[in-house]
């Protein structure tokens, strides 16, 4: 792929810019700020693909959270959150984070997120909860390029298998999938609320 880009983890200055794709992508099945929030707060392991040449997002003014990053604040409370993504095996940190980031205000550098991928980790499984990316970026492997990056952290974080859901309607992200060696191992009814679509349940073998 031309160009620069770069995957990083996910912080919570990039939430707001993910929440505003989230609805262009998905409309009224959209994941809220709110909710993308409290992704980050349970330990999920989010990262996103960054066109660096790019400026990134206009995001809140983090003075409003007294200079602390309330992601980190809320993992701490999160019951039962699995291993937080600050732990993760092989996390690179490019998009911004620790001392030198803050220091530098490293947000602004980051780029714009051409697409992101959230999974949640249990001691041999990986849940595929999210991947999406940005219209103006797609056919261009950035999909491919978070779907590596992940399964190379389920690897990591020692999953044996990896589980997706898919609606069967989805023809892009299950010719993606198929790619990947994902297999159909179910629907689940109505699993979209808003247009009562099928979801088929997909998973893979590392
Ligand atoms: C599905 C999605 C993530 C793919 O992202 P992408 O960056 O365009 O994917 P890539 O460029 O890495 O494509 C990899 C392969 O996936 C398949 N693929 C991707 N988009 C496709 C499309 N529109 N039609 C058919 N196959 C497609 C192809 O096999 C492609 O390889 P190729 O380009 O060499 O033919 C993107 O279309 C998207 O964000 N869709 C909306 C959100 C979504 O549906 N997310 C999945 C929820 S389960």
């Known amino acids: 792929m031309n160009g620069d880009f770069r995957i990083g983890r996910v912080r919570w200055w990039h939430l707001s ?21 409290s992704e980050l707060a349970a330990g999920h392991d989010y990262r996103a693909l960054f066109d660096v040449a790019v400026p990134g997002h206009a995001v809140a003014d983090r003075a409003e959270f007294g200079g602390a990053d309330p992601g980190s604040a809320l993992s701490d409370r999160a019951a039962g959150a699995p291993a937080s993504a600050d732990r993760t ?24 997120i051409a697409g992101y991928a959230g999974t949640a980790f249990t001691d041999t499984e990986a849940w595929i909860n999210n991947i999406a990316v940005d219209e103006a970026y797609r056919r261009r492997g950035v999909a491919s ?14 999953a044996k298998s990896v589980f997706l859901e898919v609606a069967v ?13 994902f297999y159909g191992i179910g629907v689940r009814k109505n699993y979209y609320q808003h247009t009562g679509t099928d979801a088929a349940v997909m998973r893979m073998d590392l």
Not at 17 to 37: C, Q
Not at 148 to 157: E, I, N, Q, S
Request: proline share 4%; net charge negative.
């Open 17 to 37: 810019a993910m929440a505003r794709m989230e609805s262009a992508i998905f409309g009224p099945e959209a994941w809220s700020e709110g909710l993308l929030w």
């Open 89 to 112: 095996p092989g996390a690179d940190d490019s998009a911004g984070s620790g001392a030198a980031d803050r220091a530098s205000g490293g947000r602004d550098a980051d780029g714009r």
């Open 145 to 158: 390029m978070l779907m590596d990056d992940l399964l190379a952290r389920a690897r990591a974080h020692g």
């Open 169 to 181: 309607d989805n023809v892009p992200a299950q010719r993606l999938y198929d790619r990947y060696g």
